[in-house]
C-alpha cells in the first residue's frame, strides 16, 4: 500500500488516496473541536486512541455481520479503509437523555429513553448540520427511503451490539453518531469512526463522562477519559 495525496482534513481525520482506487487511508489526529468548530484544542494521543477503538468496534461489527468500511489497520495513528461515496448525514442514535436532548424534551440529562430516538443531522457546515427527518432527507434526494430504512435497521443493531458489549464493560451508551456511504455497487457500509469523539460513554455506577463532553464542558481529565475507555475495552 502506497500512500498518495490528500484528499480531505476535517476536523479530527485526514485522508489520503492510495495506490488502491477503491481504497484510501485515515489518519487520526489529535486536534479536537466542539460546538461547530468553535471551541479548538489538543488532546494528547486521541488520534492514537480513537483508531484503536475505532478498530475494535469496527472488527466486533464486522464479526457479528455489520458491513464496514474497515479493513485493516496501518500503524497507531492510520487504518484503511474501503473507498466510499459518503451520504452528507449524521445518524444519531440516543438511549439517554443529554446533550441537545435536555433541551428539546425538556428532560434530565441521564433520564433514560423509553425506546432508542434515532436522528437526522445534514453534514453542512455552512448550514450548521440542521437536524432532517426522512421527508427532508428524500427532498434532498440524499437517500431514497430503502435506503434510510436500511440506515435505521443497521443503526439500531449498531446500537443493540455495543451496549451489550458496553454492559460488560461497565459503561453506559448514551448516545452516538454513526455516518455511512455506498460503494461502487451502491451497497451501503457503516464508515467514518466509533470513538469517544462521537460517542457518549458514562461509566454505568458513577456516570462519570468518559468522551469529549469533557473537552466540550471543560471538566478536565479528557486524555484520563479516553485511555480509561480504551483500557475498559481491552484489557
Not at 73 to 82: D, G, N, P
Not at 185 to 194: H, N, P, Y
Given at each position: 500500500m ?16 492510495t495506490?488502491?482506487p ?43 455481520g455489520?458491513k464496514?468500511?474497515?479493513?485493516e ?11 466510499l ?7 444519531i ?17 441521564g ?15 455552512e ?19 430503502d ?16 451496549r ?5 464493560k461497565?459503561?453506559e ?23 469517544p ?15 469529549k ?19 475498559r475495552?481491552?484489557?
Open positions: 502506497i500512500k498518495g495525496n490528500l484528499l480531505y482534513e476535517g476536523k479530527a481525520k485526514c485522508v489520503y488516496e495506490d488502491n477503491n481504497e484510501l487511508l485515515v489518519y487520526f489526529k489529535d486536534d479536537a473541536t466542539a460546538g461547530n468548530g468553535a471551541k479548538h484544542g489538543t488532546i494528547q494521543d486521541k488520534g492514537i486512541i480513537n483508531n484503536k477503538i475505532s478498530t475494535y468496534f469496527f472488527k466486533l461489527l464486522k464479526d457479528r455489520i464496514t468500511h474497515f479493513l489497520t496501518v500503524s497507531k495513528r492510520e487504518m484503511l479503509i474501503r473507498r461515496d459518503m451520504i452528507k448525514l449524521e445518524i442514535v440516543r438511549n439517554i437523555v443529554a446533550g441537545s436532548l435536555v433541551k428539546r424534551l425538556g428532560l434530565p440529562e433520564t433514560p429513553l423509553a425506546a432508542p430516538i434515532i436522528e437526522y443531522d445534514y453534514k453542512s457546515d448550514l450548521g448540520d440542521p437536524m432532517l427527518n426522512r421527508w427532508h432527507i428524500m427532498a434532498l434526494k440524499l437517500a431514497s427511503i435506503e434510510i430504512n436500511e440506515i435505521e435497521h443497521i443503526s439500531l443493531s449498531v446500537n443493540a451490539i455495543m451489550e458489549l458496553l454492559k460488560a461497565n459503561v451508551l448514551v448516545d452516538f453518531k454513526l455516518e455511512f456511504g455506498r460503494d461502487k455497487d451502491g451497497t451501503i457500509f457503516l464508515a467514518d469512526e466509533i470513538s469523539d462521537n460517542c457518549r460513554f458514562w461509566d454505568a455506577d458513577t456516570h462519570e463522562k468518559l468522551d463532553d469533557r473537552f466540550r464542558q471543560d471538566l478536565g481529565g479528557v486524555e484520563e477519559a479516553y485511555q480509561e475507555m480504551l483500557n475495552l481491552t484489557m
